[in-house]
């Protein structure tokens, strides 16, 4: 057998697996495998420090106090969350994650550097807010996903309340695989007093952030944008659907609600007295849900993470619960009593 090859030969092989490369590289139709990003919420319930803040009414959270708090149920705390983080998706850390009801950077340092989280070599954002309860929201994001360009925390004013000062918005900006995003993380005035009596504070933060999406806009039409948070309302309640604009599909209105249906269905990321609602929220602009678009989602790729050892059976509800923390005074030890969402971004 002859095993020589002419030097013709070999080159013409070099130059066609070159073509046959720069085809799977370049190709239009998307021959390439996209790339995927993980957008995580979750509202912790009250991940707080053991220390006491002289700023803020954080008494309920130290030690010798009706809760008992202390450094064990502490650190449990932080290993729960870090492992329902690390496990709201089977193949991958999200790249960023939305936080509120924490109590300080520290916290949120605990988390990023614990042994579930410490691969997703996290950066964080986050400053103390007026909450007189000293509760905030922040950010982690992978560095090596997102590029920081920005971030800014709006203040909001409350009128007609004895509690002039709610938590802040934080808005911050970057490049999520070389693509800009715009985000807003939030977790709006609970509804302490009863859902009608309170709405006026909820549509107070929600005409806030549209100011800002329409400022956004103004500059770029185009703008890929995403609101994550506890709104503490559903998405057909006022505040969500009229004030910010948050519509079920992209026909309706420039901003999509991904868990309108969740809602309309009677599931949901919190259960109140037997009843789920949708209080924690994905809303994307509606051009990320354009196919033709490098970055995009859809509906379904937002889902709700309900994974049974999150949940626990209310005999008296006849119903699952999420695990929560605490009940009261009472110390349950689990997880939150919000389940946390994700979203999946596809990049081409």
């Given at each position: 057998m002859n095993y020589r090859t002419s030097l013709p030969t070999i080159l013409l092989l070099i130059l066609a697996a070159f073509v046959l490369t720069q085809g799977s590289c370049d190709d239009p139709e998307g021959a390439r495998t996209p790339q995927r990003a993980l957008i995580m919420f979750y509202n912790v319930e009250n991940l707080f420090d053991t220390l006491n803040d002289p700023l803020t009414n954080?008494?309920?959270?130290?030690?010798?106090?009706?809760?008992?708090?202390?450094?064990?149920?502490?650190?449990?705390?932080?290993?729960?969350?870090?492992?329902?983080?690390?496990?709201?998706?089977?193949?991958?850390?999200?790249?960023?994650?939305?936080?509120?009801?924490?109590?300080?950077?520290d916290v949120v340092g605990a988390l990023a550097n614990s042994n579930a989280l410490k691969n997703g070599n996290y950066g964080i954002i986050h400053r103390d807010s007026p909450d007189a309860r000293g509760i905030d929201v922040a950010v982690?994001?992978?560095?090596?996903?997102?590029?920081?360009?920005?971030?800014?925390?709006?203040?909001?004013?409350?009128?007609?309340?004895a509690r002039s000062q709610t938590r802040q918005v934080l808005y911050f900006t970057g490049l999520l695989h070389n693509e800009p995003m715009h985000f807003f993380v939030a977790h709006w005035p609970s509804r302490r007093g009863g859902a009608a009596e309170s709405e006026h504070k909820r549509v107070q933060v929600a005409a806030l952030i549209r100011e800002k999406?329409?400022?956004?806009?103004?500059?770029?039409?185009?703008?890929?944008?995403?609101?994550?948070?506890?709104?503490?309302?559903?998405?057909?309640?006022?505040s969500v659907y009229e004030v910010l604009g948050a519509k079920e599909n992209a026909t309706k209105g420039d901003l999509v609600d991904l868990f309108y249906d969740e809602h309309i269905e009677k599931t949901g990321t919190y259960n109140y007295r037997g009843e789920w609602g949708v209080l924690d929220h994905f809303i994307v602009s509606s051009n990320l849900l354009n196919s033709s678009l490098r970055i995009?989602?859809?509906?379904?790729?937002?889902?709700?993470?309900?994974?049974?050892?999150?949940?626990?059976?209310?005999?008296?509800l006849d119903d699952t619960k999420p695990s929560r923390t605490f009940g009261g005074p009472n110390y349950y030890g689990g997880y939150s009593d919000h389940l946390p969402i994700l979203l999946e971004l596809e990049i081409k």
């Amino acid at each position: 057998m002859n095993y020589r090859t002419s030097l013709p030969t070999i080159l013409l092989l070099i130059l066609a697996a070159f073509v046959l490369t720069q085809g799977s590289c370049d190709d239009p139709e998307g021959a390439r495998t996209p790339q995927r990003a993980l957008i995580m919420f979750y509202n912790v319930e009250n991940l707080f420090d053991t220390l006491n803040d002289p700023l803020t009414n954080d008494n309920q959270f130290l030690p010798g106090t009706d809760k008992d708090w202390n450094s064990e149920r502490y650190w449990k705390k932080v290993n729960d969350i870090s492992a329902v983080i690390s496990k709201a998706d089977s193949s991958a850390l999200p790249d960023i994650v939305g936080l509120c009801e924490v109590e300080n950077a520290d916290v949120v340092g605990a988390l990023a550097n614990s042994n579930a989280l410490k691969n997703g070599n996290y950066g964080i954002i986050h400053r103390d807010s007026p909450d007189a309860r000293g509760i905030d929201v922040a950010v982690m994001f992978n560095r090596h996903a997102f590029e920081l360009t920005s971030s800014s925390f709006y203040t909001v004013v409350l009128s007609d309340t004895a509690r002039s000062q709610t938590r802040q918005v934080l808005y911050f900006t970057g490049l999520l695989h070389n693509e800009p995003m715009h985000f807003f993380v939030a977790h709006w005035p609970s509804r302490r007093g009863g859902a009608a009596e309170s709405e006026h504070k909820r549509v107070q933060v929600a005409a806030l952030i549209r100011e800002k999406i329409d400022s956004i806009k103004g500059s770029d039409k185009d703008a890929a944008i995403i609101i994550m948070g506890d709104l503490n309302d559903h998405p057909t309640d006022r505040s969500v659907y009229e004030v910010l604009g948050a519509k079920e599909n992209a026909t309706k209105g420039d901003l999509v609600d991904l868990f309108y249906d969740e809602h309309i269905e009677k599931t949901g990321t919190y259960n109140y007295r037997g009843e789920w609602g949708v209080l924690d929220h994905f809303i994307v602009s509606s051009n990320l849900l354009n196919s033709s678009l490098r970055i995009r989602t859809s509906d379904a790729s937002a889902r709700i993470i309900d994974h049974e050892w999150l949940l626990y059976y209310d005999e008296d509800l006849d119903d699952t619960k999420p695990s929560r923390t605490f009940g009261g005074p009472n110390y349950y030890g689990g997880y939150s009593d919000h389940l946390p969402i994700l979203l999946e971004l596809e990049i081409k």
